[in-house]
């Protein structure tokens, strides 16, 4: 036997971590498709020939030429086509526009939308039963991935839908110019943010380690530690520098002897109470005087405030305005935008205040929280939540100091297209032209998030073919227009008429000269329309019952609204009993007159004014304000002589 030959081993360098990643980016951006796109730019522009091209981009002639005569589409990929092809694409950016828009479709949504379309279109390639299966929804979303993904969203009424770009670039305008004259730009310890807020006495559920289903099939209880549904109202301040005041509380009535509700808070917290536990005219003007004791002694200072009816009061505009302190209000419905508080300063600390209500519940299950130890706890769990820099972030993200309009992203305003007369059409050009898919991504407006390498890779491949229209027409294809019109984005169909508030006619500057002289004229004006529609309905009451009267004379009711008036026979029965004794046939109609003719509850005759009614039981009369309010009788029964009456006493006796 001979001897074997020991091979050589060749030693290679094991690949960095950047090696591998740009290598995988290389195989995410040169994929087959793409690479024959830029030699078709090549061969159309006449720039390489058909073999060249294909060997300098190491493609096959065959493939190459194939594209080149429009027999293959230059996005062809391995695999059998999909059903709708190009119109994926239109489908995808209409999903991506329509959670823009806050009305975006879920999984099963969607599949009805796709079924939809397949029973109006009459085309030979269909579903199994006419309904898309989850795994072509799953394949879907794999194919569209640069454009659509699933989303969670969020919460959006109706009013802050409406919030238009124009709105918020006009605010941003008026207020820089506002601290600009007021040398406020650099000075974050003097612009303020107050809003109030309520905290519940409970805890919430959430998602915990809890024994498996087969063990226990019922669901796992939470003991939140408090009464749920009770709520406090808790106002606080803080300025761009990180500083937040001392919290001011406003407590239901009435208002507690035995304790101190703000045992355990900050030494400077303040309590007010109100009729329901709410912010009021009256408590904000006390706040204005709890941020003038407690903020910087520069002034001027601002404060931002949001459009709540309590907020707006002549009275505290001008308290504030003697002290010092500007009030400048933020763009009405926008406050999730541009309220410091609201932004990043809320939620973290309520976060907080859930976690010490569990936490307490867990370690002190006997001690409940309620008003009277509320202020305690709400501090400890303030403690562990403040941080200044988390409120310097929430005046930057909100764009209100440094004062930045690009810190609010048009996208968020997006769903207020919907409401306006002109809307945004989805492009459903699909023509394929030689683009480069991120580019597509980007106009789509995603939010999707790239790495620098891929941005440097991306760079690198892209070339701009978008100026050569030289491709053959085979190879486009049209959107079906049964697509078209199922992409039709919403729009509103008729435009109601938007009611007018006072604070929409005010200036954004509260306490200027202007906005507190106009604050006192529409005072004037309120007060001119209450006593208007007092007169006038004053006078509708007075005319109806003009008319019950004539109506009651003309059918010649028993029972109806008396005539206030004083007949002759009872001047001559009160005559006479002025003059003396007289005959016994006068004094005997006397006493029937004043027996019958008077109102059996308060004694009094016709000539004392109001609306009488007789007991078709006793036949007695009696006004109908005397009538008790416990007493249960049908009020048709004043002008009905069908309607029965019968009066207190007979109602007792029977």
Not at 138 to 147: D, L, T, V
Not at 164 to 183: A, C, K, L, P, Q
Not at 242 to 259: D, E, M
Not at 500 to 522: Q, Y
Request: proline share 5%; charged share 30%.
């Amino acid at each position: 036997m001979g001897r074997t030959r020991k091979r050589k081993e060749i030693w290679t360098p094991s690949k960095s971590p950047a090696q591998k990643l740009a290598k995988q980016i290389s195989r995410k951006y040169k994929s087959p498709h793409k690479v024959a796109r830029k030699a078709l730019y090549q061969v159309f522009n006449k720039q390489l020939s058909i073999r060249k091209a294909a060997r300098e981009h190491n493609i096959s002639y065959s493939s190459l030429q194939r594209r080149t005569s429009g027999l293959v589409d230059v996005e062809k990929k391995r695999g059998p086509e999909t059903i709708f092809n190009k119109s994926e694409e239109t489908m995808a950016k209409y999903l991506s526009e329509m959670a823009q828009r806050g009305m975006g479709l879920r999984p099963t949504e969607f599949l009805d939308f796709v079924e939809n379309i397949m029973k109006n279109d009459k085309r030979r390639k269909t579903f199994k039963d006419g309904r898309p299966s989850w795994d072509w929804y799953y394949a879907f979303m794999k194919r569209n991935k640069h454009i659509v993904q699933k989303r969670k969203e969020t919460p959006l009424e109706i009013s802050r839908a409406k919030v238009t770009t124009e709105e918020v670039d006009g605010w941003f305008h008026n207020y820089r110019m506002f601290m600009s004259d007021n040398h406020l730009m650099d000075k974050p310890e003097r612009v303020y943010n107050a809003d109030e807020t309520g905290f519940t006495m409970g805890s919430k559920s959430g998602e915990v380690i809890g024994p498996a289903k087969k063990v226990q099939k019922e669901p796992v209880p939470h003991v939140s530690g408090g009464r749920s549904k009770e709520r406090v109202t808790v106002m606080y301040c803080a300025n761009a520098e990180g500083s937040i005041l001392p919290p001011f509380f406003v407590f239901a009535r009435p208002k507690p002897t035995s304790y101190d509700l703000l045992a355990g808070s900050h030494r400077n917290a303040r309590a007010e109470f109100t009729d329901k536990g709410w912010m009021d005219a009256e408590t904000f003007r006390k706040f204005i005087h709890h941020l003038h004791a407690h903020a910087v002694k520069e002034r001027p200072i601002v404060l931002l405030i949001d459009s709540v009816g309590s907020h707006v009061d002549m009275e505290s505009f001008s308290a504030a305005k003697e002290l010092g302190i500007e009030i400048y209000r933020l763009v009405r419905n926008a406050t999730h935008l541009m309220q410091p508080l609201d932004v990043g300063v809320y939620g973290p600390m309520k976060k907080s205040w859930y976690k010490h209500l569990r936490d307490h519940t867990r370690h002190h299950p006997e001690d409940m929280v309620r008003k009277q130890n509320f202020a305690r706890h709400l501090q400890v769990a303030f403690m562990d939540f403040y941080k200044p820099v988390t409120v310097q972030k929430s005046f930057a993200t909100s764009g209100v100091f440094p004062v930045d309009r690009s810190a609010i992203s048009d996208l968020r305003l997006k769903p207020s297209l919907t409401y306006e007369e002109a809307t945004l059409s989805v492009d459903t050009s699909t023509a394929c032209t030689p683009t480069s898919s991120r580019a597509t991504t980007f106009s789509c407006g995603s939010t999707e998030e790239h790495s620098g390498l891929d941005i440097l890779a991306q760079a690198a491949s892209a070339v701009d073919y978008e100026a050569s229209g030289n491709l053959p027409s085979s190879i486009h294809e049209q959107v079906s227009p049964l697509i078209v019109s199922a992409v039709k984005l919403p729009t509103i169909r008729t435009k109601t008429a938007k009611r007018k508030r006072l604070a929409d006619e005010l200036p954004d500057n509260l306490t200027s000269e202007n906005g507190i002289r106009m604050m006192g004229l529409k005072s004037l004006e309120k007060a001119k329309s209450f006593a208007s529609k007092e007169r006038k309905a004053r006078e509708r009451y007075l005319k109806s019952k003009e008319n019950v009267r004539s109506k009651g004379q003309k059918t010649g009711k028993g029972k109806q609204r008396k005539k206030v008036v004083t007949t002759q026979m009872t001047l001559e029965a009160t005559r006479s009993d002025n003059q003396g004794p007289s005959t016994s046939h006068t004094d005997t109609r006397a006493k029937e007159i004043s027996e019958t003719e008077r109102c059996f509850v308060c004694h009094a005759d016709e000539s004392e004014p109001g609306d009488w009614i007789q007991c078709d039981l006793c036949r007695k009369w009696e006004h109908i304000l005397c009538i008790p309010a416990a007493h249960p009788w049908d009020k048709d029964a004043a002008v009905d002589e069908s309607v029965e009456f019968m009066c207190h006493n007979c109602t007792s006796i029977s």
